[in-house]
C-alpha cells in the first residue's frame, strides 16, 4: 500500500488484511513495552490544517511506537497563517526528508492532490479532507466491530451480514462516507438514518438504505448503532428547528438507549456533544465502544504507517 486515501479504494481482501496487520499491533499493544523497531530512520509528519485530538495524537503514539521519527505540524501557529501555500509546505516538508506525510484538510481532495504531485516523494495518508473521508477512522470502526463481535476469532474475518445504522448528520461527515464504503466492501449491511435536510445529494446511489425514522430503525435490531456528531462548525444554515428537538428526533436518548436489545454496540468516533446527538448514558454505558475505538485507533494507525512504509519489508511483530 503506497498511499491511504479512501475506503472506496480497497478491496475485501485489502481491508481484512489491514485489520488482519491491525491484530498483529494490537497484542503490541498489549504487552508491557509497547514499541517494535520497524520504521526506525522513517520520518513520519502529522499535517493537521484543521483540529484534531484523537486522530493526531493517535497517529503521533502510532509513529513512535514503530519508532519512526515524528513531526507534528499545525497550520495554527505555522506559516500557513501567512498564506503559504500546500504546494510549498510539501515541498518543506520534502526538503526535511519526510517518508510519510498524514494529512488532515479541510478541503476534500486535498490529500489525493498532494498524493499525486511530484511536490514530494512521500506514503500519504489521508487523516480527514473535508466531507470527503476519514478512512482510518472507518478502519478503526471496523476493527472494533469485528473484534467486540468475533473477539480472538476475529482474524482473517469480514463483517458479513452485520446490521449497522449510522445515525445524524451524514451530510457533513467524512466519517460516515470512509464506513459506508468499506462497511459494505466487507459485507456488512448500512442503514442511514437522519433527517432529509441533513443527507447528501445523491444518497440514493449509495449502497445503503435510508430511514427517516430513528425509532423504526431502532427498531429492527441492528447490531451496531453508530452516532455522528452535529459539525455545527460546517453548518451555515439551519438544518434543524432547536438542539432540542434534534435530541428527541434524532438523538441515542435514555429511553432509547433502554430499548436497545442487549449486546447493541454504540459507537461514535467523537468529540462527542453529550445531549445532543448522544445522551451522557448512552455515552458512559457498558454498550458504548468509544474509548475502544480510540485505542483501537493506535493500533490501526500502526498498521496503516507499517503497510505505507515498511509493507513487505517485514513487519517484526
Ligand atoms: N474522530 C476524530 O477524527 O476525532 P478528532 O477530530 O479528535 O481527530
Known amino acids: 500500500m503506497r498511499h491511504l486515501l479512501s475506503t472506496r479504494d480497497l478491496s475485501r481482501d485489502e481491508a481484512v488484511g489491514i485489520l488482519d496487520v491491525t491484530e498483529d499491533m494490537a497484542e503490541v499493544n498489549a504487552r508491557e513495552v509497547k514499541k517494535l523497531p520497524t520504521l526506525r530512520g522513517k520520518t513520519v509528519v502529522?499535517?493537521?490544517?484543521?483540529?484534531?485530538?484523537?486522530?493526531?495524537?493517535?497517529?503521533?503514539?502510532?509513529?513512535?511506537?514503530?519508532?519512526?521519527?515524528?513531526?507534528?505540524?499545525?497550520?495554527?501557529?505555522?506559516?500557513?497563517?501567512?498564506?503559504?501555500?500546500?504546494?510549498?509546505?510539501?515541498?518543506?516538508?520534502?526538503?526535511?526528508?519526510?517518508?510519510?506525510?498524514?494529512?488532515?484538510?479541510?478541503?476534500?481532495?486535498?490529500?489525493?492532490?498532494?498524493?499525486?504531485?511530484?511536490?514530494?516523494?512521500?506514503?500519504?495518508v489521508n487523516a480527514?479532507?473535508?466531507?470527503?473521508?476519514?478512512?482510518?477512522?472507518?478502519?478503526?470502526?471496523?476493527?472494533?466491530?469485528?473484534?467486540?463481535?468475533?473477539?480472538?476469532?476475529?482474524?482473517?474475518?469480514d463483517l458479513d451480514g452485520v446490521r449497522v445504522t449510522i445515525v445524524g448528520d451524514i451530510l457533513h461527515s467524512r466519517v460516515a462516507r470512509s464506513n459506508v464504503w468499506l462497511l459494505t466492501t466487507l459485507g456488512?449491511?448500512?442503514?442511514?438514518?437522519?433527517?432529509?435536510?441533513?443527507?447528501?445529494?445523491?444518497?440514493?446511489?449509495?449502497?445503503?438504505d435510508v430511514h427517516h425514522d430513528l425509532d423504526a430503525a431502532l427498531a429492527e435490531g441492528p447490531e451496531v448503532v453508530m452516532m455522528l456528531r452535529i459539525q455545527s462548525e460546517r453548518m451555515h444554515a439551519a438544518y434543524f428547528p432547536t438542539a432540542r428537538e434534534y435530541a428527541r428526533e434524532w438523538g441515542l436518548t435514555d429511553d432509547r438507549l433502554a430499548r436497545l436489545a442487549p449486546g447493541t454496540l454504540i459507537m461514535h468516533p467523537g468529540p462527542m456533544n453529550r445531549g445532543l446527538e448522544i445522551s451522557a448514558t448512552a455515552a458512559d454505558s457498558p454498550a458504548s465502544t468509544v474509548l475502544d475505538q480510540v485505542a483501537n485507533g493506535v493500533s490501526t494507525r500502526m498498521a496503516v504507517l507499517y503497510l505505507a512504509l515498511a509493507g513487505a519489508e517485514g513487519a517484526g511483530a
Open 46 to 124: 502529522n499535517l493537521f490544517f484543521e483540529d484534531s485530538t484523537r486522530t493526531r495524537i493517535s497517529f503521533e503514539a502510532a509513529a513512535k511506537r514503530l519508532s519512526a521519527d515524528v513531526i507534528t505540524f499545525s497550520a495554527k501557529g505555522s506559516s500557513v497563517s501567512k498564506g503559504e501555500s500546500l504546494k510549498d509546505t510539501a515541498q518543506t516538508l520534502a526538503a526535511i526528508g519526510a517518508d510519510a506525510v498524514v494529512i488532515r484538510h479541510a478541503s476534500s481532495g486535498a490529500p489525493a492532490v498532494l498524493a499525486s504531485s511530484d511536490w514530494i516523494d512521500a506514503a500519504v
Open 128 to 157: 480527514g479532507d473535508g466531507t470527503h473521508e476519514h478512512p482510518t477512522q472507518a478502519l478503526l470502526d471496523a476493527f472494533t466491530i469485528r473484534r467486540r463481535l468475533h473477539g480472538d476469532a476475529s482474524r482473517g474475518r
Open 188 to 208: 456488512a449491511r448500512v442503514t442511514l438514518v437522519a433527517p432529509g435536510t441533513l443527507l447528501p445529494f445523491g444518497v440514493g446511489g449509495w449502497p445503503v
